[in-house]
């Protein structure tokens, strides 16, 4: 029996890639739902989706990243899906490496699965000053948590039931993909990097600018440390 799969797919001013990222999804090979979560989006993103007939929720408040994955989470348990799998809006990520993603989940060797643009090193691998911070963080996870993730940032995720159970109910916000492999981490989460290729942004702009570089950076290395000493109170 095949596992229903919920593709979650947040979005903010994605107006000009959300058609894209929902066909190729389509046209994938892969039997799945997808949920499009609308986090207030300020261009014609939810018109677009209204017009071809788009799977979607629009939030009335920007909630940011973190609200808009725990919403799609918050709907995989409450529908009985089996396994969620995160994918950005913005047409980074390629749909067909979701069997790889899914297979470690499927057969039951991890709990929540990571697409990794650092294993084989191919395809878009950001700008270096950004590969740096992810390097830092990635060491900061291994210490704190012993997780050696190496594109921790990544958002091309997939976890099982337990997990959408887990993070429908703890899921970090603002910039919360490091944060939540260290919260899952410590609740026992067996976690794998499966390789696959990212391409760049073909339209739009992404939200992480110089200045919210370095916020992110300060803020989710605050964020890791607290998790961490947070469950060490717990113990």
Known sequence: MNPKILVIIPSYNEGENIV???????NCGTELDYLIINDCSTDNSEQIMKDNGFEYVTH??????????????????????????QHDGDGQHDPKYIEKVIKPLVDGSADITIGSRFIEKEGFQSSASRRMGINFLSFLIKLVCGADIKDVTSGYRAVNRKYIEFYANNYPS???????????KLSGARIKEIPVIMKERENGVSSINLKRSVYYMI?????????????????
């Open 20 to 26: 894209k990222t929902v066909n190729n999804l389509k």
């Open 60 to 85: 009335p408040i920007n909630l940011g990243i973190g609200g808009g994955v725990q919403c799609g989470y918050k709907y995989a348990l409450k529908n009985g899906y089996d396994i969620a799998i």
């Open 219 to 235: 803020k989710v290395s605050l964020s890791i440390l607290i998790c961490r000493l947070s469950n060490w109170r717990k113990i």
């Open 174 to 184: 603002d910039y919360p993909e490091p944060e939540a492999i260290v919260s899952a």
